[in-house]
C-alpha cells in the first residue's frame, strides 16, 4: 500500500523499481500494489498513470519499459483523505477484493508513506486504529518511512514514540535510498574482507576523509519542503552522516541488522558535539544564485519558484567532523553538498598520509611537497566503482614521478545491477533491516546536526547569494576553510 500515490516519488522510484522486480520474476506469488492519494482516480487511471510513469522515468531502459500485464493488473487505487475513516474502510475493501483475486496470497501488508512527514502519525494512527497494522496468523505487517524522519531531534523523538504506538521497532523501516547503492553495500566488503584494507583504515594511515555529495539539479517543483529544511536537514542528517557511519564504524559481529546498525551508531555517538557559538569555525553554508549548468542560463535560489526573495535558506554546506574514539582520533571528516554545482557526483575519498620521506625521490623538495597523496575513492554516483590513486615513475631517464589509478567500475561484474529502491523494496518484504536506519539512530544523526541548525539560525548570512549555478559553492570561503588544516579539496 503506497500512501501519496499520486506523488512524484511514486512515479519516479517506487512504481519503475517494481516494474524492474516484476520483470525479474523477484516478487512473491499473490503480491498487488494498492495506491492510496487524495487525488480522485479509477484503477484504470491510476494502471495507465503508473505505466506511463515507467516509460518516462526508468533508469534503465534496456532492461524494462513497462509494467509487466500480470502485475500492472494488480494495481488498484483508493482516493480519500489520509485522516477519514473512510479511506481506510475503502481501503480494506480493495484489501479483500484483491486476496480473491490472488488465491493463496497471505495476509502480508508493507504500508510505504511516500507522504509529507506532517501527515505520517496521521496515517499511522489510522492503520492502528483500523487493526490494520495487526500482525496475526504468522503473516506480517511493516511500516516505511521517508525522510526526512523529523524536522528536528525534538520532532524526531515524538515521530518515533507515535509511530512505536502503533508499530514495534521491528516492524518499522526508516529508508535511505542512498543505502541500496551498490557502492555504498560494499564498503563492509571492502574494509573488513580484504588484508590489504582493514589494516590501514585507521589514523596512523589516514589523513583525511572527504565525503560529497554535489548536485547539478537546482530545488525544482521541492522549494516548499526545501524552504524549510535547507540543505543540512536535507543532505547531511541522512545520507551524508550514513555514508559516514559506514566508512568509520568498527567491524560488527555478524552482517544482521542489529549488529551494522549498533555500530553505526557508536560512530554517531563518538562525533565531538560542534559548539553552536563557533559554527563559522567548523562549517561555511551557501546559496547560488544565478548562472550556467550544462551550458543553460539557470535562475538564482531566490528566483525559484516558491522561494522568498530574502531566503536564507543554505544550499550548500561543507562541514568538519571529528570522532572521538580510538580508530580515528585526530582525522578530519569533511562533508559537503550541495545545488547546482558543477556536476553531479557522490563519492567517498580516504586520502593516506604521506610516506616519512619523500624528497629521496626528486632533487627540489618543493616538488616533492606537491606531489598528490594516496587516494582511494568509492564512486557512489553516477557511475558506481573503487578507484585507487597511487605513484609511478614516468619511464625514461631522471626520477619523475605521476600519479597512476587502478579502477574497478562496476559495469565490469556482468551482472545486472539493482538501483537503491528494488534491493531496498526486497529487503523490506523479507524483513531485513540492516539497510534501514533504527530509532535511536535517527535521534543521535539529530544530536549531531543540531548545533549547526541552531548556529546558523541565530546568525543570519549577509552574503547569500554566494556561488554562482555551474560552480563548486562558495569558493573563497569553502577552500579557506580546509586550508586552514593544511589540506584541500578534491576536485570532484
Not at 576523509?209 to 525544482?220: C, D, K, N, R, T
Request: aromatic share 10%; hydrophobic share 40%.
Amino acid at each position: 500500500m503506497i500512501f501519496g500515490a499520486s506523488g512524484d516519488l511514486t512515479a519516479r522510484m517506487l512504481v519503475p523499481a517494481l516494474a524492474k522486480l516484476g520483470k525479474e520474476r523477484a516478487l512473491p506469488d499473490g503480491f498487488f500494489v494498492v495506491g492510496v492519494a487524495r487525488s480522485p482516480m479509477t484503477d484504470a487511471g491510476f494502471r495507465a498513470a503508473m505505466q506511463a510513469a515507467v516509460a518516462k522515468f526508468t533508469t534503465d531502459p534496456l532492461q524494462v519499459t513497462e509494467l509487466p500485464p500480470e502485475l500492472l493488473g494488480r494495481f488498484f487505487y483508493v482516493a480519500g483523505e489520509f485522516h477519514e475513516a473512510a479511506t481506510y474502510r475503502r481501503l480494506r475493501g480493495v484489501l479483500a477484493k484483491a486476496r480473491r483475486k490472488g488465491e493463496d496470497c497471505p495476509e502480508n501488508h508493507v504500508f510505504y508513506l511516500a507522504t509529507p512527514p506532517g501527515v505520517d502519525p496521521v496515517i499511522v494512527g489510522e492503520l492502528g486504529r483500523v487493526g490494520l497494522a495487526t500482525e496475526e496468523k504468522g503473516c506480517f505487517s511493516r511500516v516505511v518511512v521517508e525522510k526526512p524522519f523529523g524536522h528536528d531531534l525534538d520532532s524526531a523523538r515524538a515521530l518515533n514514540a507515535e509511530i512505536h504506538r502503533v508499530f514495534r521497532e521491528d516492524q518499522i523501516f526508516r529508508i535511505d535510498h542512498y543505502l541500496g547503492k551498490e557502492t555504498v553495500q560494499n564498503i563492509l566488503v571492502l574494509r573488513f574482507a580484504n588484508g590489504i584494507f582493514e589494516p590501514l583504515w585507521n589514523r596512523r594511515y589516514v589523513d583525511n576523509v572527504q565525503i560529497a555529495v554535489a548536485e547539478s539539479l537546482g530545488v525544482g517543483h521541492r522549494a516548499g519542503y526545501y524552504e524549510s529544511a535547507g540543505i543540512v536537514r536535507d543532505m547531511f542528517q541522512n545520507h551524508l552522516l550514513q555514508l559516514l557511519c559506514l566508512t568509520a564504524m568498527e567491524a560488527p559481529v555478524r552482517l544482521d541488522a542489529e549488529s551494522v546498525r549498533s555500530e553505526k551508531v557508536k560512530v554517531l555517538r563518538s562525533i565531538r558535539p560542534i559548539p553552536a557559538d563557533r559554527i563559522d569555525d567548523w562549517a561555511v553554508r551557501g546559496q547560488y544564485g544565478p548562472g550556467v549548468v550544462g551550458g543553460e542560463e539557470v535562475a538564482g535560489y531566490r528566483q525559484e519558484p516558491g522561494v522568498a526573495r530574502s531566503s536564507t535558506t543554505p544550499t550548500y554546506a561543507a562541514v568538519r567532523f571529528f570522532i572521538d574514539n580510538w580508530r580515528w582520533a585526530g582525522v578530519p571528516f569533511y562533508l559537503r553538498s550541495g545545488k547546482r554545482l558543477t556536476k553531479r557526483t557522490t563519492e567517498i575519498a580516504i586520502e593516506f598520509r604521506d610516506v616519512p620521506h619523500m624528497t629521496i625521490f626528486v632533487k627540489d623538495a618543493g616538488i616533492a611537497a606537491r606531489i598528490e597523496k594516496n587516494v582511494l575513492t568509492l564512486k557512489i554516483q553516477p557511475d558506481e566503482g573503487i578507484s585507487l590513486k597511487f605513484l609511478a615513475k614516468i619511464p625514461g631517464a631522471g626520477m619523475r614521478v605521476t600519479p597512476e589509478f587502478m579502477d574497478f567500475p562496476y559495469d565490469q561484474l556482468g551482472a545486472a545491477r539493482q538501483g537503491g529502491y528494488e534491493r531496498l523494496l526486497l529487503d523490506i518484504m523479507h524483513g531485513d533491516a540492516t539497510l534501514f536506519t533504527r530509532g535511536d539512530e535517527v535521534e543521535e544523526a539529530w544530536r549531531v546536526v543540531t548545533p549547526i541548525l541552531e548556529g546558523w539560525g541565530r546568525k543570519k548570512p549577509r552574503d547569500f547569494p554566494n556561488y554562482p549555478a555551474g560552480t563548486m559553492g562558495p569558493e573563497v570561503a569553502a577552500n579557506t576553510f580546509v586550508e586552514r588544516d593544511g589540506r584541500r579539496w578534491r576536485t570532484l
